[in-house]
C-alpha cells in the first residue's frame, strides 16, 4: 500500500488505523495491529486510569512501533487519562465525543500528535483550526457512537479531501482491502477500522459478541437513540427495548441503565447487552488472527488495483 | 475509464448510468447523457404513458446512442408504461419499487436489457434468481426513495460484488469522478448517478431546485416517512411538517397531500415542495452541461487513478 501524508505523520507503514473500541482494544489487539504496521488504538472509554496505565505499559513492551490512546473527552475519567498518557509518554492520542479544543494545546506541548474524531466536514475543519494533526471522519456506517448528521463515508471522503488540507483517516463500513483503496482513491490518506478487528482473535471481546458479528446479515445494525446520543448496535431485545421505550415515551435512561456495552461486548450477553458494531459486519465471516487479517487486506488492496 | 462488463451489456463507452429522476429525467437530460457516453434514462414515474411515449420518440430522435426508461412497479401507469416501451422498442429498461419478477420475463422475450433498482445485496440476489441482466443497488445516502435497512453505498458494494455474477451499478452518494474509481475498485461494474445530473442545465428541474442543490451542505437532506416509504428530501417546512405530523400522529397522508414532488422539483416551490436530492449534494457547487459533467469526471476519475 502507498505512503500517504498519514503514515508519514505517524511513522507506520500501512495507512489503517484501529478504531478504540470500548472492552474490545486493550493492549493485546493495539501492539498486535502496530506490529503488524498499521496504527494500534488503546480504547480507553472503558478503562479507569489505572487500567489505562497498565494497558499503555504492557503496549511498551510488546511492541517498539508507534501506537495511540483514544479517549472520548465526555468521559468522567478524561482528565485523569490525559494525565496518565502525558506521564507515559504515549506518542499519539485520538480524542472523540467533545471538543478538540479541550486537551490538543496541552499534548501538542508535550510533542503528542493528536487526532480528532468527527462525523462531519464541518467538525473536520474545526479541528484543522484547533490545531489538531489529523482527523478521523466517521460516515453513518459505523459501529458505535455516530453523529447526528447521519453523512456516510462516501459522501464524506470527498468532501473533506476539498475542505480539510491537514491528513484524515476515512471510517465507517470498511472492512476489505479494496475499500482502503477505494477511500485513498477519493482523497483520504488513511482508514481507520473497527468491526473487523473488533472480531480479531486479539479482540478483547467475548465470543458470543464475535460470533454475532460473523452471523450478521447487512441488516443486522440500526442508528438508534438518535435524540439522546445516536449508536449503532445489533438488532437484540435490547434494541428492541429501546424502540418501544422511545415509542411509549418511557423514561430512556431508565431502560438504558448503566454497563450495558460492558456486559454485552465483553460478558456476551446478546439480549440484554449492548453490541456495538457497524453496517459491514455484514462482509465479514470469519474471526482471524490480527496478522491475517493485514495479509488479507493487503492481498485484496493489490487485487483491486490490478483490477483497476 | 475502464470497460466493464456492464458497459459491453449497456453497449456504453462510459460505465455511467444517469438515475431516473421524477420531473428531472426527461429527453433532453437523456439523449444528453447517451451522446456523452453514459447511459441516459428517461424517468418515467412523472410520465403518463403518452407523454412517455414522447420523450422516447424525442430520444430516438436527439441520440443513436442505447438509451433506457425507469418504470417504478407500483405506479398506476407502470401496465400502461410496459406496453408503450415495448412497442417503441426501447433497448434498455430499468424497474424498480416493485418485484423484479413482474416484468422481467416480458421484457426479455423481446429483446429488451433489464436492470432492476435495489437497496439491499438480498434483493440483489433474488433479481439475478428472476433473470435481471444487471442491478442498480442504491445505498442509504441516496436521493429519492430508498430502502429500510439504511445501507451504505459503501457496504452494499463489496458485499454485492462478492454475491451476485451478474453486472451491477453502485449508486448513492456519487458525484466525483474519483467516487466511480473507489466503486470500480470495490467491485461493481459502473455507477449511477442522480443529483449531480438533476443539477444539470438539460435537468427539466425548476432552477430554484437546482440552486437549493448548489446551496445545499453535508447535512441539507434526511430520510424520511421511515414508516410508510422512506424517502431523502431535502429538509425544508414540508419536511418539518413531516417530523411534526410524525411526532404528534397527525394523519400522514392528509399532510403528504397530493404532487409535492412535482411542486417542489417541477415548480420550485421551495417551502410546501417535496425536493428530493442526495446526500452528495454538498459536493456539488455549480451547474453544468452534461458535456462539462462528463469532462470533469474523466478528469477527476484520471487524476485519482494516477496519485493511487
Redesign the interface.
Known amino acids: 500500500m502507498?505512503s500517504t501524508k498519514l503514515t508519514d505523520l505517524l511513522g507506520i507503514k500501512y495507512p489503517i488505523i484501529q478504531g478504540g473500541m470500548v472492552w474490545v482494544s486493550g493492549h493485546k489487539l493495539a501492539s498486535a495491529v502496530s506490529n503488524e504496521g498499521g496504527l494500534g488504538v488503546l480504547g480507553a472509554g472503558s478503562m479507569k486510569p489505572d487500567l489505562l496505565r497498565h494497558h499503555i505499559k504492557k503496549c511498551k513492551n510488546t511492541t517498539s512501533k508507534p501506537f495511540a490512546v483514544n479517549i472520548p473527552i465526555f468521559s468522567a475519567y478524561s482528565e485523569e487519562q490525559v494525565k496518565v498518557i502525558i506521564e507515559e509518554k504515549v506518542p499519539i492520542v485520538i480524542t472523540s465525543a467533545g471538543s478538540p479544543k479541550k486537551y490538543t494545546q496541552l499534548f501538542k506541548e508535550v510533542g503528542i500528535i493528536v487526532g480528532h474524531v468527527v462525523p462531519?466536514?464541518?467538525l473536520g475543519q474545526k479541528c484543522e483550526q484547533a490545531g489538531v494533526d489529523f482527523v478521523v471522519v466517521e460516515?453513518?456506517?459505523a459501529g458505535g457512537h455516530n453523529g447526528r448528521?447521519?453523512?456516510?463515508?462516501?459522501?464524506?471522503v470527498?468532501?473533506m479531501?476539498?475542505a480539510i488540507k491537514i491528513p484524515f483517516a476515512a471510517a465507517?463500513?470498511?472492512?476489505?482491502g479494496?475499500?482502503i483503496?477505494?477511500?485513498?482513491?477519493?482523497?483520504a490518506d488513511g482508514v481507520q477500522i473497527g468491526t473487523k478487528f473488533a472480531c480479531s482473535l486479539e479482540s478483547s471481546a467475548h465470543i458470543n459478541y464475535k460470533n454475532e458479528i460473523i452471523k450478521a446479515?447487512?441488516?443486522h445494525t440500526?442508528?438508534v437513540l438518535k435524540d439522546l446520543m445516536p449508536v449503532r448496535i445489533a438488532k437484540t431485545q435490547f434494541y428492541n427495548d429501546i424502540l418501544e421505550a422511545e415509542k411509549s415515551g418511557k423514561d430512556l435512561q431508565e431502560v438504558l441503565g448503566k454497563g450495558r456495552a460492558k456486559l454485552g461486548i465483553f460478558e456476551g450477553d446478546l439480549d440484554q447487552g449492548e453490541l456495538e458494531f457497524?453496517?459491514?459486519s455484514?462482509?465479514l465471516k470469519n474471526c482471524l488472527s490480527v496478522s491475517s487479517i493485514f495479509d488479507q487486506f493487503i492481498k485484496e488492496y493489490n487485487q483491486?488495483?490490478e483490477?483497476?
Chains 1, 2 share one sequence.
Open positions: 502507498k462531519s466536514v464541518a460516515g453513518f456506517e448528521d447521519e453523512t456516510t463515508t462516501m459522501c464524506l470527498p468532501q479531501a476539498q465507517g463500513g470498511i472492512g476489505h479494496s475499500q483503496l477505494a477511500c485513498l482513491a477519493m482523497g446479515t447487512e441488516s440500526a442508528l457497524g453496517q459491514i455484514g462482509l483491486a488495483k483490477d483497476l
